[in-house]
C-alpha cells in the first residue's frame, strides 16, 4: 500500500478530502501533524506531500480501530463490531476501501435531506454510490434505489453493505447514463466542478418536480453549481451550509 503524507489535520485539509477520493484515495488516517492518504497506485497529485510505502494491511487496522459510530437523521452508521443501543435505524458498514461511511460531513447532510424527502415508492438515483451508504438509506426509506459508481473496485463492496443491510438496491458500474431509468430524486456527492460539468444532463435523469440533493460542494464553489442548475432552469428549494461545505437542493 503506497501513502501520501500531506501536512495538516482533517479540519485543514478538508477542502482536499473529495479530490483525493477522486484521484483514487481508498481511505484517509489523522495522524499527528499529518494526514495520510492511501492509494492502491502510486501516482501525480496536485497536491504538497510526500510517499510512502506501508505493508498492506496496516492503515485498514488503524482506520478500522478508530471508527466511531455516526449519527444522521433516524440513522446511526455502524461498524460491525460496534454495539449500539439507541432508537436509531442502523445502517451497517464494512469500512472498506470506498468513500462513505457517513463520517464526512457531505454524506452526513445526504442522509439527513433524505430522510426529510424520500417517501415510499419514490424512484432514487445515488450518483457516486461509492460505498453504497445513500442508495442503501434510500432504500430503508422505503424507496426503489439505484447507485451508480465509475469506480469498479466501490460496486462490489457497495453491493455487500447492502446485502449485510438487508436491502438490495440496484448498482451498476458508471454514471448517470448506466442508471437505466429516469428518477423522483437523485442524490450525488460529488464535486462542484463535476455537478457543474453533469447539470446539462440531470434534468434528462427526473421526472418534471423531481429533487437534485447535491453535496460535496464547498461553499467558495457554490456560485459555480447554482449558476449552471439555474441555467437548466432548476428551483432552489433550500441550502444548508456546514463548516466549509454546502449541501443545495433544486427541484425540476
Ligand atoms: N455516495 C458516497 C457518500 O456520499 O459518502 C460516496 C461519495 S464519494 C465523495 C464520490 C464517489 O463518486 C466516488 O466513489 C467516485 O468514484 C464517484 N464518482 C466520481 N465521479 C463520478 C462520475 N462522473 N460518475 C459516477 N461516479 C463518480
Request: glycine residues 10%; charged residues 20%; without cysteine.
Amino acid at each position: 500500500m503506497h501513502v501520501f503524507r500531506l501536512k495538516g489535520n482533517f479540519e485543514t485539509l478538508d477542502a482536499y478530502t473529495p479530490l483525493l477520493f477522486d484521484l483514487g484515495a481508498r481511505g484517509l488516517e489523522e495522524k499527528p501533524g499529518e494526514v495520510w492518504a492511501y492509494f492502491p497506485t502510486r501516482l501525480e497529485l496536485p497536491l504538497p506531500g510526500e510517499w510512502a510505502e506501508l505493508p498492506d494491511t496496516d492503515w485498514l487496522e488503524a482506520w478500522r480501530r478508530d471508527l466511531k459510530p455516526v449519527r444522521a437523521g433516524p440513522f446511526v452508521v455502524l461498524a460491525p463490531w460496534h454495539r449500539w443501543e439507541g432508537p436509531e435505524q442502523r445502517i451497517l458498514l464494512e469500512p472498506g476501501m470506498a468513500f462513505g461511511t457517513g463520517h464526512h460531513e457531505t454524506t452526513r447532510m445526504a442522509l439527513e435531506a433524505l430522510a426529510e424527502r424520500v417517501k415510499p415508492g419514490m424512484r432514487v438515483l445515488d450518483l457516486g454510490t461509492g460505498s453504497g451508504i445513500l442508495a442503501i438509506a434510500a432504500q430503508m426509506l422505503g424507496a426503489w434505489a439505484v447507485g451508480v459508481d465509475n469506480d469498479p473496485a466501490v460496486i462490489p463492496q457497495a453491493r455487500h453493505n447492502a446485502a449485510a443491510n438487508g436491502v438490495s438496491p440496484e448498482f451498476f458500474l458508471g454514471t448517470l447514463e448506466n442508471a437505466h431509468g429516469v428518477f423522483d430524486l437523485i442524490v450525488a456527492n460529488l464535486y462542484a466542478e463535476l455537478h457543474a460539468e453533469l447539470a446539462p444532463l440531470y434534468p434528462t435523469y427526473l421526472v418534471q418536480g423531481g429533487h437534485m440533493l447535491m453535496t460535496g460542494i464547498l461553499s467558495e464553489r457554490e456560485r459555480l453549481v447554482d449558476n449552471a442548475m439555474r441555467a437548466q432552469g432548476f428551483e432552489s428549494l433550500h441550502r444548508r451550509p456546514e463548516g466549509e461545505w454546502v449541501h443545495l437542493i433544486y427541484r425540476k
